[in-house]
């Protein structure tokens, strides 16, 4: 069955100290894993797709990057601004489902 | 502006009494979705469209239904209610390019009671 487990579930960093989110997965296949922002209330916000082992994108603090079993969110010298929920999804070969991880809440104290 | 929208936002419902929830884009996707989001338990897909007139299950599909009969419009229907369904529902939209999915497209967002 796909499996997406996030950590940590929570992450408070003083603003400007760097930390990374980790996101792994047991898929049959992976064709697409997805990283998306949640602030409250609101819906989910498409931030990252990684397709293939080795790749990297970056989006000003934040870069995504994916290896065979996981993949992580690196976020540089964060501001209280980047404070949300980051949540992880995979789509495999075998179907047409996203399976979500539950989220790491993150906050940045100025 | 590209949106996906959903009505009602919110909604106070009592057990056994018919409810729907729609959902509409206007970016041309030709894949839609709905999730349920509760605490602790995440986003979990509770039915797929890839396409007019074709529809799937996902996780959660009990106690759902839905249908597409456009391409812009993914109603959620919960026929008979039940407290259980107390959640957090959001509607979601990619386009589909050669097989690969893009980017998910989420609705702001429907919060249902059920009493």
């Known amino acids: 069955e796909d499996q997406v487990t996030q950590s940590p579930e929570a992450l408070r960093l003083q603003e400007g100290e760097s930390s990374s989110l980790n996101c792994s997965y047991t898929?049959?296949?992976?064709?697409?894993l997805f990283w998306y922002r949640q602030d409250p209330g609101k819906g989910p916000e498409f931030l990252f797709t990684l397709y293939s082992a080795g790749e990297e994108k970056e989006k000003e603090r934040l870069k995504a990057t994916l290896t065979k079993k996981e993949s992580f969110l690196h976020i540089t010298a964060p501001k209280p601004e980047d404070s949300a929920t980051y949540l992880c999804?995979?789509?495999?070969?075998?179907?047409?489902?996203?399976?979500f991880g539950t989220g790491t809440s993150l906050t940045v104290i100025p | 502006e590209a949106q996906v929208t959903q009505n009602p936002r919110y909604l106070i419902t009592v057990t056994g009494k018919k409810l729907t929830v729609t959902c509409s884009q206007n970016?041309?996707?030709?894949?839609m979705s709905w999730y349920r989001q509760d605490p602790g338990l995440g986003l979990r897909q509770i039915y797929y469209s890839m396409n007019v007139e074709v529809t799937d299950k996902g996780d959660v599909p009990e106690g759902y239904k839905v249908s597409r009969k456009e391409k812009r419009n993914f109603p959620l229907i919960l026929e008979s209610p039940s407290p259980n369904q107390t959640s957090l529902y959001f509607c979601?939209?990619?386009?589909?390019?050669?097989?690969?999915?893009?980017?998910?497209?989420f609705g702001p967002g429907t919060r249902l009671t059920v009493l």
């Open positions: 979601a939209s990619s386009s589909l390019l050669a097989g690969a999915y893009n980017e998910q497209f």
């Open positions: 970016m041309n996707h030709e894949y």
């Open positions: 999804a995979v789509q495999s070969y075998t179907g047409n489902q996203f399976y």
């Open positions: 898929v049959s296949g992976l064709r697409g």
